[in-house]
């Protein structure tokens, strides 16, 4: 009996993996939480001999060249991959030729870009022409297990990838969850963050470009593309409803 009631080893030891970054949770629930913020999607670089995702192509570089790069990995890149674009090719005449077109610059040190103060605007942005505006939300997490999505960082460029706005944002309830690994933020990042509703007009005024609301419906407007990922998401955190016609 006292057999029969001992679990089998390997039900004790049993981890779960991240099919996409390959982590490993003692917990499935642990798991679940990491799938919910890391927002692994097919656009991230992609190791070609394991198949793991890394969050940048820095993160990349380090996994196949790096001091604690994984032996397999590196030993396969040495022999078939392009330093410079990190690709694999099946046979060294296909990477001899490869390289002989591949003129990507090499990669820069990681940095910091110097971005507008928060809450600052290029004021030419209110008579400029600019047909699109793209945007993106920094989302932290609220609720008892973070799962709650907060708006506490929102940026605004232009078609040239010029910024024109920036602020830290005022969360609307208890952050429970700053997300660090993929936000970047942190407690003291939202100390004089903006107020949500300040944050918001002027969001608006930007994307109405002088554009009466009540026109906004008009393709013949002066009203701008909104362009970014997971517009939704975003726009409901910013509690803003511009029209469908207008979302790339």
């Given amino acids: 009996m006292d ?20 982590k490993q949770f003692k917990k499935k629930e642990h798991l679940v939480e990491h799938m919910k913020i890391s927002y692994h999607t097919p656009h991230q670089p992609k190791c ?8 940048s192509f820095e993160s990349l570089r380090n996994h196949l060249t790096g001091p604690l790069s994984r032996a ?32 990507l610059s090499a990669p820069a040190s990681l940095g910091t870009k110097i971005l507008p103060s928060a809450g600052s605007v290029d004021e030419k942005y209110t ?3 600019a047909k699109a505006i793209a945007i993106n939300c920094g989302l932290v997490g609220g609720g008892t297990d973070g799962s709650l999505d907060l708006c506490a960082r929102v940026c605004l460029v232009d078609e040239d990838e010029n910024i ?48 009466s609301a009540r026109r906004l419906m008009s393709d013949s407007g002066k009203a701008r593309l909104l362009v970014g990922h997971e517009l939704k998401r975003g726009l409901d955190c910013l509690r803003i409803n511009y029209p469908g016609h207008l979302l790339r």
């Fill in 127 to 129: 008579s400029k022409g």
């Fill in 164 to 211: 024109i706005f920036h602020a830290y944002v005022q969360p609307q309830s208890a952050v429970t969850d700053y997300r660090y690994e993929i936000t970047g933020l942190t407690e003291e990042h939202l100390t004089n963050s903006k107020s949500h509703k300040e944050v918001q007009d002027r969001i608006l005024e930007i994307l109405y470009n002088g554009e």
């Fill in 48 to 55: 070609g001999v394991c198949q793991k995702h890394c969050k």
């Fill in 72 to 103: 397999s990995c590196s030993r396969t890149f040495s022999a078939q991959g392009c330093d410079l674009c990190l690709k694999l090719y099946d046979s060294p005449s296909s990477l001899g030729k490869h390289r002989e077109i591949c003129h």
């Fill in 3 to 22: 057999a029969e009631a001992d679990p089998p080893a390997r039900s004790r030891t049993e981890r779960h993996k991240c099919f996409a970054c390959y």
